[in-house]
């Protein structure tokens, strides 16, 4: 069965320090995988995504995620966190049998402390 | 250019009683989308349009309907609203398939007592 898993329910970094953000996905083709991060009372904004070519893939507000197809990873990296990075961050895979759904994960919670 | 617009913000209604969430958007995007958000289950798709004309059920669709009433506005429907059914809504929408980058909007908080 397809599906997403973000292992982690909620992320502490300290400003300053590397972030990473876990999400593990399975699909028997190709996927499609995207990055979404939603702030609080706000509507979910587009990151990044990978469709083929490049394993790294660089996104919005410095953020990148490395493709991993023989471990199915797709995790979101930065740096350097910043406390405006605190959000709700949400991994999804493209369903194989429909060009229009995504499978979300449960979304991870990343508070950047100063 | 204000993308893509919902109302109303907050709602509560009693079970039972219908409404209607108004979604629009102005990027003259092909493909619109509502999901609902629950916590610790991430988006879930109740119903898309994948052009003009078009509607199709996505992953949970009992108990809404929707009306692609032209380019620009997707509805949903809630004909009898239960208290599963209280969650935030989300409008997105995107030039053509979902690989295309989904712009969403701001959400409905919907509470069904």
């Known amino acids: 069965a397809q599906s997403v898993a973000q292992p982690e329910d909620q992320v502490n970094v300290a400003e300053g320090n590397p972030l990473t953000v876990k999400c593990t996905y399975s699909?028997?083709?190709?996927?499609?995988l995207f990055w979404y991060v939603q702030y609080p009372n706000r509507g979910l904004q587009f990151l990044l995504k990978?469709?083929?070519?490049d394993n790294l893939v660089k996104g919005s507000y410095g953020f990148e995620a490395e493709f991993n197809k023989s471990q199915t990873s797709f995790h979101l990296k930065k740096p350097s966190a910043l406390v405006s990075d605190s959000a709700l961050y949400f991994c999804a895979v493209r369903r194989e049998d429909s060009n229009y759904q995504l499978i979300w994960g449960a979304g991870t919670k990343l508070i950047i402390k100063p | 250019n204000a993308g893509v617009t919902q109302t109303p913000k907050f709602q509560v209604l009693k079970t039972g009683q219908s409404m209607t969430l108004q979604c629009a958007q102005d990027m003259n995007h092909n493909s619109m989308y509502w999901y609902r958000q629950d916590p610790g289950m991430g988006l879930r798709l109740i119903y898309y349009?994948?052009?003009?004309?078009?509607?199709d059920k996505g992953e949970v669709p009992n108990g809404y309907n929707v009306s692609r009433l032209n380019k620009r506005e997707f509805s949903l429907r809630l004909e009898s609203a239960a208290p599963s059914q209280t969650s935030v809504y989300f409008c997105a929408s995107s030039e053509r398939t979902s690989t295309d980058t989904q712009y969403f909007g701001p959400g409905t908080r919907l509470t069904v007592l």
């Open positions: 349009s994948a052009s003009e004309g078009t509607t």
């Open positions: 990978y469709i083929t070519g």
């Open positions: 699909v028997s083709g190709n996927p499609y």
